[in-house]
């Protein structure tokens, strides 16, 4: 049952923590319940049907399908995370000046909350596909009877979300005038995380080169395979032995939504602080 | 964009690499011990035996891939380092457990 638990905790903390930074991101939104619910349900139903198809998805694409479908869906999130925080940089501040409006586009439900539902649904996806297919592998093989496993997969599930929540938590500690600040830098390192981890599927399909095999290998100082290189790796994108490809999707991700952020957000504050 | 890699780039060198086969069955690789040559990028094909999906992972070499019950998947490695690197079964962290082991 233990070993059910912490295999589903794995494979639930990411879509958890991503849960977490989106709800902390989007704190005074009308209607964010509704969006990242709708995210996580439409997540749900992909995985389970990501976990149907795992044959044909596999065999796609010369065999690379998984990597290239995976590689994808990664990209695709990355876009609309780099694109809701250009949004957010455009109208974030103004709305954070203008506390009494608290913004027409919010209220109006114009900020692109169904870009961090893409997002939370890629992320439920990803995860929840690899959950079925474990727990529904189990259960043909009978090792573990339906109760336990049922149990540790309840337990997995739980204590992934609490995870998810501390973070929540955590976030909302910070004062409002800085937590959008924090919570754009987190979404960016997520971004680039997300960019690095893409790259690494299409060099494990052959499709990229590595460039560089090994750029440094911190394994033996925090190994991405603990809980805390887990916890990491998917808030910063921590790898502990990158190769030059990933650390070049990292990099270019990183300072491209940075930079765009820099370019398209700052105009209409100024704008608008002369206005008032 | 990955679509567009896919099609333009993967038969560039997918042919003549060295091949090793390695199988899953239930929660154990076999054979447990691969060894290859050093400095050299190889295909690994892993075929799952079982009952279950298993996924190959291996934090030692950053790969990780599903293979559904009866499927086999090939995996692109290296060029490696003399050195042994870990890989284990996700599902079956306990018992799926080998060893690649370049020389």
Redesign the interface.
Known sequence: ML?TAI?VFREVLEAALIIGIVLAATRGVVKRGAWVSAGAVAGLAGAGLVALF??VI??A????G???FN??IL?FAVIMLGWHNVWMGRHGRELAQQMNAMGQAVKEGERPMHMLAVVVGIAVLREGS?VV??L???A??Q?DQGGHMLAGGVFGLMSGAAVGLMMYLGLLRISSKYLFRVTSWLITLLAAGMAAQ?A?F???????PAIV?TVWNT?AIL???SIPGRLLQTLIGY?????GTQLLFYVVTLVSIAWLMRAFGGAPTRKTACVA | ???F??TT??PL??KDLPTFNLSVK??KFAPEKVEIPAGQKFKLVVKNE??????FES??L????????G?S????I????AGTYGFYG??H??TARGQIIAK
Do not use: C, W
């Open positions: 070993a295999i795992a044959d596999s065999t694409v010369a065999g690379a998984q990597e290239v590689a994808s990209f690899e297919l474990f529904y592998g189990i043909t093989a090792q893409a690494g299409l060099v494990q399909a052959d499709l990229l095999p394994s190994s991405q395979n790898t502990d032995h990158p190769t | 964009m990955a679509v890699l896919a780039a993967y060198q997918a239930d929660g079982g009952s279950g999906t298993e996924e934090s030692d950053n790969r990780e891939k599903l293979i559904t019950p499927a998947v090939v995996i692109f290296g060029p490696l380092k996700e599902f962290p306990q």
